[in-house]
């Protein structure tokens, strides 16, 4: 049995209650607390409608602390099954509320994360957010709850860590779905330039509801109204970037966008070893680096209605949907129809 002893100490400052998992097996373990966590995490005092525990861990060279839910199944339709449901970068693990609502009364447990830098969770400034990293810190939450079969479901940015996390743990991926993931083109080979990470941390440091509302409106539901609804998962990040960890979460974006950028998924989607079921939006336009492309490069870019076909038609194993007339966040958009297609899909 392998413990952190460090814990131990720094678990008395939130007071919480430490469940120690032993795991045998490479990954880090850490230690899952129970019990009371403040309303305001890491710079996140965003509702969670379900009871937040964390998962405390080691790794390069520190203490991290990874905020999630998790949320049984319903009793009477129990199949011991686990969805997984990984966020997208402008999004958090709450974010997928409903869908985890809908896939615990199906009989489905479901494991909200938030990511390592994200919304309730630790947001370390001197720490390599690549996309291999986030998959095992996944792997390592799921290892301390002994959990080794899942299903795997990723929007966006989660996307591409689902993928990711298929080619590295094709053995307890029963189905990965994957929803407007990114990285299904490598936007730098199309003629992203190099923007700095001080100046990706210029432009972010200054987001508030107006700048955020405007891209997700532009980029996520192009050619679409923007609904009341929304609202809610701005404000959200929002009070993360006028809040207490502001500077720090801005600066964790830009290193994240700078790890994304250099590792688009499309180039290892033929290595899938695992059932892959992909859906986008007919009108997602969503593309890291187009707001500081010139016009011939951003015109290139985003164009899912053409990236999601290319890119299932690379995955060995795969199957394909595309929904008319939604984009970038379809679970948001018209949770009927993506429940209709989730739900065909599950096994
Ligand atoms: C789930 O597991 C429980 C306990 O092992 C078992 O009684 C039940 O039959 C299983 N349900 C399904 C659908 O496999
Ligand atoms: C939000 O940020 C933009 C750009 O920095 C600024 O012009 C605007 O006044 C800000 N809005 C609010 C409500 O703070
Ligand atoms: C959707 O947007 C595209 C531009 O990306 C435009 O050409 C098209 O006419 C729009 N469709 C509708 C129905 O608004
Ligand atoms: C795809 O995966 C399913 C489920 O694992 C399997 O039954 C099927 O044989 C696979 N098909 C191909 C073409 O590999």
């Given at each position: ?26 990954d ?44 049984p ?5 129990q ?85 990711r ?21 490598d ?33 996520y539901?192009h ?125």
């Amino acid at each position: 049995m392998r413990v952190f002893s460090v814990f131990t100490a720094w678990s008395a400052i939130l007071s919480c209650i430490a469940v120690v998992y032993a795991q045998s097996g490479p990954d880090p373990i850490g230690t899952i607390h129970e019990g009371h966590v403040p309303a305001d995490l890491y710079g996140s005092d965003y509702p969670y409608p379900w009871p937040v525990k964390l998962f405390k861990f080691y790794n390069q060279r520190q203490k991290l602390t990874m905020a999630f839910m998790d949320i049984p199944a319903k009793k009477s339709h129990q199949n011991n099954k686990t969805a997984v449901l990984l966020h997208g970068g402008n999004f958090c693990g709450v974010t997928w509320f409903d869908t985890a609502r809908h896939l615990s009364a199906a009989g489905y447990r479901v494991i909200l994360p938030d990511d390592i830098g994200f919304c309730k969770s630790s947001k370390p400034q001197g720490y390599s957010y690549n996309v291999q990293q986030q998959a095992l810190n996944i792997h390592s939450l799921l290892n301390a709850l002994g959990i080794d079969g899942v299903i795997v479901i990723g929007h966006s940015m989660g996307g591409m860590i689902a993928a990711r996390y298929g080619l590295m743990y094709p053995n307890n991926v029963q189905q990965l779905i994957l929803v407007d993931p990114l990285g299904l083109e490598d936007w730098v080979a199309k003629g992203v330039p190099y923007l700095p990470i001080d100046a990706t941390y210029e432009s972010q440091v200054v987001q508030n509801f107006t700048t955020l509302q405007a891209y997700e409106e532009a980029s996520y539901f192009h050619n679409a109204t923007w609904k009341p609804a929304y609202d809610t998962w701005v404000e959200m990040l929002a009070d993360i970037y006028a809040g207490n960890y502001g500077s720090e979460y801005a600066y964790v974006m830009s290193l994240v966008t700078d790890a994304l950028l250099s590792q688009p998924i499309i180039y290892h989607l033929p290595l899938l070893q695992t059932r892959t079921y992909l859906m986008v939006g007919e009108n997602d336009i969503t593309a890291l680096g187009k707001a500081w492309s010139p016009p011939d490069v951003a015109a290139k870019l985003g164009h899912y209605n053409k990236l999601g076909p290319a890119a299932a038609a690379m995955i060995p194993n795969s199957t394909f949907h595309m929904f008319p007339g939604l984009g970038h966040a379809p679970f948001l958009q018209d949770p009927e129809a993506f429940y209709d297609v989730l739900f065909a899909w599950l096994d």
